[in-house]
């Protein structure tokens, strides 16, 4: 009776069938990541307690960020001032626009967290796997803006917009960790000539009595420079045609032994190595032509993965060209379908080994500071911002970059930990496993868990006091508008 009984454990019923399942992985990782990330909002906020003046414009900052990684539709003052529990806007706009706090401070210290957080991710990853590169990412990011109050408002290209709109751009420094993650640890704003050298425009705009014309050329050189002075150290520093066409950023990376990987126009023009069977001095794409036609042509081309992306490897065609200089070279990229081609001038210093694999690497890593733009923009409001002093934006963008580095270093670190992807597939007719597993935890995600995390319980009547002041405050917004179209003589419309 026992030894049956034991088989009938043994052997389940047929009518049951055995399932696998990835829920107690699911919700093992929620709980680690929504911890992890209080941790390190924590951490941060510490980090930035000496910046302020007084402990409540500290707190004020916190409850700002707490907003920004909330699921709030829209981010600017309003709405975050509701979501962190004030009876109106005052608080919200004095932190962004008169309290006393030092946002240079806190630029550095969160800089300083991201990298810590992200050297410490690739430290533990403590599989025997060669460390990856660090590579420094600068581009720029705009904004579209109405009006021509606001701080650097002008009509320019907006890569945000895809054409020429009217808006204002900041350029950005990330740092990225190869196969880890990446953060933004640098913004500066870029303001037109024309509103620094006027009195009236530059005191409407807020703009500092010392405030000097930087190009973004030289913007970049200030980024990176500050970078250095907190101690953070990269392999490469990528960039597009903008920042490889400023000959001073390139001298300033030289003269400070920073290898380089930038993006280049065509006409951009160099000196080539004798012995290459093309003149001396030719434009960039010239040089191409010149060295790839003929049957040679076809052996200089050499397909490449740039690194891998959400679908998989990027496959290009790469070749490079020696220059008079030992230490620079030409990287060209060519897509594989459309055949466009893309330049990269670089430069590694003296002692350094140099490879085209070394320099295609670092030429595939700078992609992931548009990932940081997109992660800016559509988790945390980067482009909501509705103030239009100067100081106002630079501290919303901190706050932003705050919140940004909080999630990215949680997901970096919790990467290894709760990625259970499958095998990829390694031929076109490989059927698909029946459990695909888990990515591991996103930017995003982390964001999501950190909000639910902390997620605030309000006082009876909040929500009525709200709804009270934005219809009051709407009133009389539109009687002031209506006596302006009075005072300018238009007809009053009912």
């Excluded at 003052?77 to 706090?101: F, K, V, Y």
């Excluded at 410490?120 to 460390?131: F, K």
């Excluded at 081309?301 to 060209?321: L, Q």
Aim: aromatic content about 8%; charged content about 25%.
């Amino acid at each position: 009776m026992r030894r049956e009984r034991l088989r009938s454990w043994e052997q389940p019923p047929d009518d049951h069938v055995f399932v696998k399942t990835t829920e107690s992985k699911a919700a093992a990782a929620a709980r680690i990541g929504a911890g992890l990330a209080r941790r390190k909002r924590i951490d941060l906020l510490e980090r930035l307690k000496s910046c302020f003046a007084r402990t409540g414009t500290w707190q004020q900052a916190g409850k700002y960020v707490s907003a920004l990684v909330s699921e709030l539709p829209k981010r600017n003052g309003w709405t975050i001032a509701e979501h962190a529990g004030d009876r109106s806007p005052d608080r919200t706009q004095r932190l962004l626009n008169r309290a006393a706090w030092d946002e240079s401070a806190a630029m550095s210290g969160i800089r300083q967290f991201a990298a810590t957080g992200l050297d410490t991710a690739a430290r533990r990853r403590g599989d025997g796997r060669r460390a990856g590169l660090v590579v420094g990412a600068i581009d720029e990011s705009g904004q579209e803006k109405q009006g021509s109050c606001t701080a650097g408002v002008k009509r320019q290209y907006m890569g945000c917009a895809g054409r020429v709109a009217n808006g204002i751009n900041t350029v950005y420094l990330s740092y990225i960790r190869d196969r880890v993650g990446h953060a933004l640890v640098g913004a500066r704003q870029w303001i037109p000539r024309e509103h620094i050298d006027d009195p009236v425009t530059s005191l409407v705009m807020g703009l500092p009595l010392d405030l000097e014309f930087r190009t973004k050329g030289r913007l970049a050189i200030d980024l990176c420079a500050d970078a250095y002075a907190d101690g953070l150290a990269f392999d490469f520093v990528c960039g597009d045609e903008v920042y490889g066409g400023c000959t001073p950023l390139r001298e300033f990376f030289e003269a400070h032994g920073q290898a380089y990987v930038l993006r280049v126009a065509s006409s951009f023009t160099l000196a080539l190595a004798t012995g290459t069977g093309a003149d001396r001095t030719l434009t960039c794409a010239q040089a191409v032509k010149q060295l790839t036609k003929g049957k040679r042509g076809k052996r200089c081309w050499e397909v490449r993965s740039a690194g891998k992306g959400s679908k998989g490897e990027r496959w290009y065609a790469w070749t490079w060209i020696a220059t008079a200089s030992p230490r620079h070279h030409l990287l060209v990229r060519r897509h594989l379908k459309t055949g466009k081609l893309a330049f990269h001038y670089c430069y590694v210093p003296d002692g350094r080994p140099v490879t085209k694999t070394l320099l295609i690497q670092a030429a595939g890593l700078r992609w992931p500071v548009e990932e940081d733009f997109a992660f800016g923009k559509d988790c945390f409001g980067l482009d909501e911002c509705q103030a239009r002093l100067f100081t106002a934006i630079l501290r919303h963008i901190v706050l932003v970059m705050a919140a940004l580095a909080i999630c990215a270093v949680t997901a970096a670190q919790l990467r290894d930990r709760t990625d259970s992807q499958a095998l990829p597939p390694v031929h076109p007719g490989q059927p698909a496993p029946v459990d695909p597993g888990l990515i591991s935890l996103t930017v995003p995600e982390i964001r999501r868990l950190l909000a639910a995390a902390l997620q605030r319980v309000y006082p009876p009547g909040h929500a009525a006091r709200w709804l009270h002041w934005r219809r009051r405050h709407q009133a009389r917004s539109r009687w002031f508008h209506r006596r302006t179209r009075l005072d300018q003589g238009n007809a009053l419309v009912n």
